[in-house]
């Protein structure tokens, strides 16, 4: 962060809020792209102005391992501590990346790619945290209409290279 919240933020561990029925249409190469985000269960409040407290930020930047920090990936006890989200009703159509390169806890439901040089592109991840969510990707659609009227419209690619090309296949 900068000016106050100089070493009071973990932009990268941030919680996600609601992530609902975006559209992301024809952007040449990259649509929703989230990327090294991990969201977890950060030591901050409205009343701290959405800040962690300064000696929270220093225990996640001190190399020492007794030291604890919301940042952290594991609390105190050992535990994980990510903070799962849903990304919903997602529509990708004609653009070359959707996804990330790294990133954790986080799902995508009903995810609709339609045309996309990747259908969602995905390196790395992590087990989620909570166990109530328990797939990265559920009840999504990957698909190409190949029709030359659509690929003209969209101004995609003939094919796709993956429908997935992530760390599981």
Not at 80 to 107: C, K, M, R
Not at 136 to 145: A, G, L, P, V
Request: charged fraction near 20%; aromatic fraction near 10%; charge should be negative.
């Amino acid at each position: 962060g900068r000016g106050e919240a100089t070493r009071r933020v973990c932009t990268m561990f941030a919680p996600f809020g609601k992530i609902s029925g975006n559209v992301c249409h024809s952007c040449e190469r990259f649509g929703f792209y989230l990327d090294n985000n991990f969201p977890r269960r950060l030591a901050r409040s409205v009343a701290s102005n959405g800040l962690l407290t300064e000696a929270d930020f220093n225990a996640h930047v001190d190399n020492n391992p007794s030291t604890v920090s919301s940042c952290d990936a594991f609390t105190e006890a050992g535990e994980d501590n990510g903070l799962s989200a849903i990304v919903e009703d997602q529509l990708e159509i004609g653009n070359s990346f959707s996804g990330q390169y790294a990133l954790g806890d986080v799902q995508f439901l009903r995810w609709h790619a339609i045309n996309n040089l990747h259908g969602i592109y995905w390196k790395e991840t992590k087990q989620m945290a909570s166990p109530s969510i328990t797939a990265h990707i559920k009840d999504s659609t990957f698909e190409w209409i190949s029709s030359g009227d659509v690929q003209n419209v969209l101004g995609s690619v003939p094919q796709g290279v993956a429908a997935i090309a992530g760390p599981g296949g």
